[in-house]
């Protein structure tokens, strides 16, 4: 397995602090010529200073340009869902990209797909070039036995994030995962402790088979399967897209079908929904006459609660990057990866508690 080579700013550093002077404010007219002739060294020596430390600049980026060339970087083929499906996948796109560059001793390369056999060939591809790790967020939580066992008969170490999948634990290192079936029973508890007399629901889906679309809605059935209260008006996906999630509604407010809650698997569909609620001059929101929930913790999805305008929105955590990363360090130093499931610490937050502050700490 290849190392991971950093390069050291440690010189560069030492040398920029010796190049700081401080001295006292004499008077230039009274000072002796031999003081003079020391100044002069001393601007000698800065100068010589300032070339050391440009040298060792050059050191190091030497050192890096040669650790990519002798093949040292550890390199990982990175598979995850369009970045443009939400703003919990930018954020967690942009998480990965910052983290698994050059300077951090890897080099990573991406593909991106909704879809699951798309993804699985950008795995098979991945494998065929030799990458040290396959990094998988799947679309689809089966499907995936045959392409793992490729990947470990080829040496390459799998790593999931974000999602689960439906596999044997030994074909893969670890995961690092959001509990989705936590996420929807946090949220469902949420919904029945509003105390509604009847509950009369708008379910918008996400991408169907994905661990959050089935975390996400497994809570919801089980409890309207159980409450003779709680009854699904229309259950559909909208694929996290907001535009579908607001024709979804729409279709119900043309219908005329009564609902006083809205539950959308992510925060772009509570937006959608939102949209369409708007355009037909329904209340929502605290003291409106539709529950708003979404899932993900956007900050202006938060925000949307902070103003009233939403009434729950579930916590996704998108920032794994570290998490994966202390993942590999384990294994690069030959030890044993302690814990096969790494579940993201996440929470539920409600329109009549959330504070600014929790906007600015879990906003994405």
């Known amino acids: 397995m290849k190392k991971k080579v950093v390069a050291s700013l440690l010189t560069v550093a030492m040398a920029a602090t010796m190049i700081v002077g401080c001295g006292s404010q004499a008077d230039t007219a009274d000072a002796p010529a031999d003081d003079a002739a020391a100044t002069d060294d001393a601007a000698a020596d800065d100068a010589a200073a300032d070339d050391a430390a440009a040298d060792d600049a050059a050191t190091d980026d030497a050192a890096a340009d040669d650790a990519a060339a002798s093949g040292d970087l550890i390199t990982v083929g990175i598979i995850n869902n369009d970045p ?104 469902v508890d949420w919904l029945a402790s509003q105390n509604l007399d009847e509950y009369n629901i708008i379910h918008i889906q996400g991408v169907m088979g994905s661990a959050a679309q089935k975390g996400r809605s497994g809570a919801l059935d089980e409890k309207v399967a159980a409450e003779s209260n709680w009854n699904i008006v229309t259950q559909q996906t909208a694929e996290w897209n907001a535009e579908k999630a607001q024709q979804i509604v729409q279709s119900v407010i043309d219908s005329g079908k009564s609902f006083n809650v809205i539950y959308a698997e992510n925060d772009d569909m509570a937006k959608g929904a939102v949209a ?73 937050f409600d329109a009549s508690t959330i504070t600014q502050e929790d906007v600015d700490t879990y906003g994405i």
Not at 303 to 332: M, S
Not at 334 to 347: H, L, R
């Open 276 to 348: 369409a609620l708007d355009k037909a001059n329904i209340s929502h929101g605290v003291d409106g006459d539709v529950i708003i929930m979404g899932f993900d913790c956007n900050k202006w999805a938060l925000q949307e609660l902070l103003d009233g305008n939403w009434n729950y929105d579930g916590q996704c955590n998108p920032f794994q990057a570290a998490y994966i990363d202390g993942i590999i360090k384990t294994i690069e130093s030959g030890s044993e990866v302690s814990e096969k499931v790494v579940i993201m610490d996440e929470k539920g």
């Open 84 to 187: 443009n499906e939400s703003g919990y996948r930018t954020a967690n796109d942009k998480d990965l990209k910052d983290f698994f560059t050059e300077e951090n001793g890897y080099q990573a390369s991406f593909a991106y797909s909704l879809k699951n056999d798309e993804q699985i060939a950008a795995a098979q591809k991945f494998i065929t070039d030799g990458v040290d790790y396959l990094l998988l967020s799947a679309a689809d939580t089966a499907g995936w036995d045959s392409v793992l066992q490729d990947a470990q008969d080829a040496g390459t170490r799998v790593i999931l994030f974000d999602r689960t999948i439906d596999a044997p634990e030994d074909l893969y290192e670890a995961s690092i995962v959001s509990d989705m079936d936590k996420e929807g029973q946090t949220a």
